[in-house]
């Protein structure tokens, strides 16, 4: 009798303990849904601007580094977001232009997914897609050219992703929620957020005051850099080296593109008709040519360079702007690209020394991010 009251009580006590057990974990996952998300900045810098219908958190983070790695986004399983930006690469990839999943050559350079949740601006030429959200739609849905190839096949890509692993993510990302294309790219905008890189040695030496983080070469390449003798700093400054850049304590509208005399096919100052820059949007003339500056962050890591990759090496890079253009003397883009007449003011070339060019090298390569290039939670989940 006394044997069967103290089973009873006991089990009074486990169901009592399992209720308070399952509250703790619901409102665990509440919070982990409401709390602010943490994104691991170095001390006064500024939060990245983030749509108000998208905010962010982990279980979002989590959910979208699933998905950027899955190959069943795209309509024939042949590639995932990761296919053309890779980690090793920051998060870019070792080919001059992209291919898309059903083999078909893309125009452009895959850029490196790097601070982009601070970029003004996204892709290579365009002043109106100003949210990650809305530059996803392009390689999931574009037709022409088709990327992932969701288009036509959005049943059967959206039916890959209700197993049970992925009810699971979906429901801590967004409880109560139907999985749907508009939560998976709210979900994949919110972890290409999280790719944060700030802790190069750069950064260690100009924000925590290490002073030798960088080496003497480093720092005669950093006074180069930011020297009126080579420009660089005037479309790749700020903490994002780049000038396309905006967040919580930077609200103004800046735009910045730039024609930097790469092509020069016609009188007119032209490049090539496969890609005018942002001359495509806005249908003026003084655009074309004209690209989007990107981050200078990991920029030993995201070769080849240029919308179109048509530079393979940083040092290539660095004798293009002392030449002040290309000037390209046979093949179907001949021209001269220095006398480009919509070239940016301050491609004017200089010259420069091999001490100081392997210098400026130094420094560049000093803003490489190792721990961001291996940070696993940036990974393939399970790797």
């Not at 044997?3 to 409102?27: C, D, E, P, Q």
Request: overall charge negative.
């Amino acid at each position: 009798m006394m044997r069967m009251t103290l089973v009873k009580s006991f089990r009074k006590i486990g169901n009592h303990f399992l209720i308070v057990i399952v509250s703790l974990l619901i409102a665990s996952c509440s919070d982990s849904n409401t709390a602010p998300y943490d994104w691991k900045l170095r001390k006064d810098f500024p939060e990245p601007q983030v749509p108000l219908n998208n905010p962010m958190t982990q279980a979002k983070v989590e959910l979208g580094r699933h998905i950027f790695y899955d190959k069943n986004l795209s309509a024939n399983r042949q590639q995932s977001c990761a296919s053309c930006h890779n980690q090793q690469y920051a998060f870019a990839e070792p080919l001059s232009t992209s291919t898309g999943s059903t083999g078909t050559i893309l125009r452009r350079n895959s850029p490196a997914l790097v601070n982009i949740a601070y970029n003004k601006t996204l892709t290579w030429a365009h002043d109106g897609l100003k949210t990650i959200e809305r530059q996803l739609l392009i390689p999931m849905f574009s037709e022409d050219p088709v990327e992932l190839g969701i288009t036509g096949n959005e049943n059967e890509v959206l039916n890959r992703f209700k197993t049970p692993e992925y009810a699971y993510l979906f429901d801590e990302a967004f409880p109560g929620q139907t999985i749907s294309f508009d939560l998976i790219n709210k979900s994949l905008a919110s972890f290409v957020r999280s790719l944060i890189s700030l802790e190069s040695a750069f950064d260690r030496y100009a924000y925590d005051g290490d002073d030798n983080a960088l080496s003497e070469s480093a720092l005669r390449g950093m006074t180069l850099f930011f020297s009126e003798k080579l420009e660089c700093h005037h479309c790749h400054g700020g903490f994002n080296f780049t000038q396309s850049t905006t967040h919580e304590k930077q609200l103004l509208d800046r735009r910045p593109f730039h024609n930097t005399g790469l092509y020069n096919v016609d009188s007119d100052g032209g490049y090539p008709k496969k890609d005018k820059g942002l001359a495509e949007i806005t249908q003026n003339p003084n655009d074309d040519g004209r690209f989007r500056s990107p981050t200078l962050r990991n920029v030993r890591l995201s070769a080849p360079y240029m919308h179109d990759g048509s530079i393979a090496t940083l040092e290539e890079v660095i004798d293009f702007y002392a030449a002040g253009g290309r000037n390209i003397t046979e093949g179907k883009f001949l021209g001269d690209g220095r006398l480009n007449p919509h070239k940016n003011a301050f491609i004017k070339g200089f010259e420069i020394s091999e001490t100081e060019k392997a210098d400026l090298i130094a420094f560049l390569d000093a803003l490489t991010d190792q721990e961001f290039l291996n940070n696993p939670s940036h990974s393939a989940p399970n790797e």
